[in-house]
């Protein structure tokens, strides 16, 4: 495949192998990671889940990798709004060509995690004022294709992340938003690697969502994304 390939890491991805798991990534040329941003294991509760910050320094940190890190996506609204920044937000700007998601949140996943009200308009405001992002170097997008969230990416220009579904609503968002603006961040799918080759010519970004297995079976799906 000549596009580039992004994938979703599952939440038990850092328990054993996960060395090996990383290695074969890269010598499979997969070049872009996402993480979750979840305290449950979205596949299985009873099952590990990374801490975001943790996962995102082991990738960084190792020097025999060059992947492109973004996080899908950054829940604001379970944690304090300086904490946000200063822990989260910020420290991962400094990553060359990071890809910040930024999502409000629900309670599918969070089991009363959400405790704050942030407001998402205020934040995409501060981080164009203060950054720089474009759609090959640090990207700004939004996770949900509510109404709300339509209008915040019209206005900003920043991109959109869809979880699953058909890409409908991603090709109405796209119709109208305004060409001429500087793009800031990519529009994208998270799908199901069974749905890579349904729709090979797609103008998104698709994000593969990889699932928690041993690392036989973690092989087996990056060799199925590579067919």
Not at 2 to 29: Q, T, W
Request: hydrophobic share 35%; proline share 2%; aromatic share 12%.
């Amino acid at each position: 495949m000549s596009k580039e390939i992004s994938v979703l890491l599952p939440g038990s991805f850092f328990e054993d192998g996960f060395n090996n798991k990383l290695d074969y990534l890269a010598k499979k040329n997969i070049k872009n990671i996402y993480l979750f941003d979840h305290s449950i294991n979205p596949s299985d509760e009873k099952k590990s889940m990374y801490n975001i910050k943790k996962g995102l320094s082991v990738i960084h940190e190792n020097t025999n990798y060059s992947f492109n890190l973004g996080v899908c996506v950054l829940n604001i609204n379970v944690r304090k709004i300086d904490a946000l920044f200063s822990e989260y937000i910020n420290p991962m700007l400094e990553i060359k060509n990071f890809r910040l998601g930024l999502g409000t949140g629900d309670n599918r996943y969070e089991k009363n995690r959400i405790k704050y009200s942030n407001n998402l308009d205020y934040i995409i405001n501060d981080l164009i004022n203060k950054y720089t992002f474009s759609i090959d170097g640090n990207n700004l997008f939004i996770g949900g294709t509510s109404q709300k969230k339509i209008d915040l990416i019209k206005k900003y220009s920043v991109g959109v992340n869809q979880w699953f579904g058909d890409e409908k609503k991603l090709i109405s968002i796209y119709e109208n938003i305004d060409k001429n603006k500087p793009t800031l961040g990519r529009l994208s799918h998270c799908q199901n690697i069974q749905k890579i080759n349904e729709n090979p010519f797609t103008i998104f970004e698709q994000i593969l969502v990889l699932k928690d297995s041993n690392i036989k079976n973690f092989y087996s799906q990056i060799d199925m994304i590579l067919l």
